[in-house]
């Protein structure tokens, strides 16, 4: 089991029990525990008990429990909850919004016991006359769990990847005279997917009997679908899967044969465009300008590790340990951001503590093979500011601006509240714009054209969140800021060593819009870079 994966379940523990009326000590325990665990570096499967022990926070219960989730999956505790609460009881508990409390009113007063009921309910302006609710948390709710609704079955791109390559490698092995390949969501780098998609030749009764020869896969606990084929369709098949079904008519592919996928293009007399291009929202910017793809970003063209936190705020890791990592992954420089004073559930540094990051980053550049900057996220406060006076910002290297609280405006407000933190002077870089996270929560409403148009005045870069639970600016505006002379920052928003290595899945979707080398600060060499930052 995965870190993030073992602290869920701590997590769901604590939602349970305190749904159960427990004590609030021991629910405080095992919520700590979830975040202790999630942003531990460490894989917990590789370590011993020993080890577990030490790690702080950590005691003898949450220990002896995350032992028995790593011998069998399972944590005794947990399943003593789960048998007494309904499953739509538990779903309802991972709706954002709807916490421990709101569900057991909701499940006591208005006997309501699973999503689709409480949709229904929410419908039938049910919740508005319950205490605790009224028309606005019950306007909330419902787009919650229409989102909630709407994203059951899906997968973030990234907890797929490596086990569709996984499955890839190894049916190419087993069977070299057959074609295969990956297609569908997968093979256009979709950030959400429903299921791994495999185009093949190999006949059907072969495949099974090599799956009940084989036993076992690891792959097995994914939805994978698998289309036969033989080898004369097969690269017309792979195009038509691996491809948006309006770009795909738009380009009139149908019936067009070839013996490789860049024969067909070649024989419709236009450049081949690879799976992750072919969408509708691209069809313009490809018809209209030369295509290169030799010019498109990737993982070997980033040179610096922008937007990071460390043990100053909320990150796991030193800075020290942050800035060895990026050394030993081949970067050239590392941008500190600790977040801001404003953010105090995260640790946010105040204007003392900063001046004392800002002294630690001197001292190390004066022994490390890397340049490290300083830096911090600030908060874009409700009415547009950024979270320090002029005085503090004017001593740091770079300033991202985010928002972070006060998600829910109106297009207007938030938009308004950008642009603001957008025109401030020591604005470099407007970090994840809508606030999004994939699959759990929307972005909040911008008119992103008009965003995009104020980073242009204002020589402010836009972030492409490399998160993959964010990635995020989306990559359907990326044709527009270039267009606009806007460049884009592909950051990891590292909370730890590990999270450096996001910077690929960010280099993933900011190729599905056409990003290119030119246009991708952190593509910067170390001397482009300096000379970036004395520009404004």
């Given amino acids: 089991m995965k870190n993030k994966e073992i602290a869920a379940k701590f997590n769901l523990l604590a939602k349970l029990m305190e749904l159960n009326g427990e004590n609030q000590f021991k629910t405080r325990s095992y919520s700590s525990a979830y975040n202790i665990l999630r942003k531990y570096p460490e894989p917990l499967q590789n370590l ?21 989730l790593k011998s069998s999956g399972q944590m005794s505790l947990l399943q003593k909850y789960l048998d007494v609460t309904p499953s739509g009881i538990v779903e309802m508990l991972m709706i954002k919004g709807l916490g421990p409390k709101k569900v057991d009113k909701l499940w006591k007063e208005l006997e309501i016991e699973s999503p689709g009921e409480l949709l229904y309910a929410c419908n039938e302006n049910r919740l508005v006359d319950l205490k605790g609710f009224g028309q606005k948390t019950q306007a909330s709710i419902k787009e919650q769990i229409e989102y909630h609704l709407s994203s059951r079955d899906k997968f973030h791109y990234a907890s797929l990847e490596k086990s569709a390559q996984s499955l890839l490698l190894e049916l190419q092995e087993q069977f070299p005279n057959e074609l295969i390949a990956l297609t569908g969501e997968m093979a256009r780098r979709c950030q959400i997917v429903s299921q791994i998609e495999i185009l093949t030749t190999i006949n059907e009764q072969v495949f099974e009997a090599y799956l ?31 491809s948006d079904e309006k770009y795909y008519a738009h380009f009139q592919f149908e019936g067009v044969e070839g013996e490789s996928e860049e024969d067909i293009y070649e024989n419709l007399e ?114 547009g500011d950024l979270d320090y006076e002029a005085e503090m910002l ?28 957008i025109e401030n002077p020591y604005t470099r870089i407007l970090g994840h714009p809508t606030g999004r996270l994939l699959l759990s929560r929307k972005g909040y409403p911008v008119n992103f054209v008009k965003v995009i148009d104020a980073c242009a005045a204002n020589q402010v870069v836009i972030e492409m969140n490399a998160n993959p639970y964010r990635l995020d600016m989306d990559w359907r505006y990326i044709q527009h800021a270039m267009d606009k002379g806007v460049m884009i920052s592909i950051n990891p928003d590292a909370h730890s060593i590990a999270g450096i290595e996001d910077i690929h899945y960010g280099v993933l979707a900011a190729s599905k819009g056409g990003l290119t080398k030119e246009m991708c600060l952190n593509a910067l060499s170390l001397k482009d870079f300096e000379a970036w930052l004395s520009e404004k």
Avoid: C
């Fill in 394 to 421: 004017e001593k740091l290297d770079v300033v991202i601006a985010s928002v972070h609280s006060v998600l829910k405006m109106d297009e207007e407000k938030a938009t308004t509240r950008l642009i603001k933190a």
């Fill in 48 to 68: 011993s008990s020993d080890q577990i022990a030490e790690i702080p926070g950590v005691g003898k219960a949450i220990q002896e429990k995350i032992m028995e």
């Fill in 212 to 242: 009940n020869e084989e036993g076992e896969h690891e792959y097995e606990s994914y939805p994978v679908f698998f289309i036969e084929t033989d080898h004369e369709s097969f690269y017309q098949i792979l195009l038509e899967t691996s």
């Fill in 270 to 383: 236009i450049d081949f465009h690879p799976a992750f291009l072919r969408e509708k929202e691209n069809i313009d910017w490809l018809q209209r300008k030369p295509f290169d793809e030799s010019q498109i970003i990737e993982n070997n063209d980033i040179r610096g590790v922008v937007h990071n936190h460390s043990t100053y705020s909320d990150g796991v890791n030193t800075l020290e340990e942050m800035a060895k990592q990026t050394e030993l992954l081949g970067y050239d420089y590392l941008v500190m951001t600790d977040h801001s004073k404003s953010a105090f559930y995260a640790n946010g540094l105040s204007e003392d503590r900063l001046l004392d990051q800002i002294e630690e980053i001197s001292e190390l550049n004066q022994k490390s093979n890397i340049r490290i900057f300083s830096g911090i996220e600030s908060d874009i406060l409700y009415n």
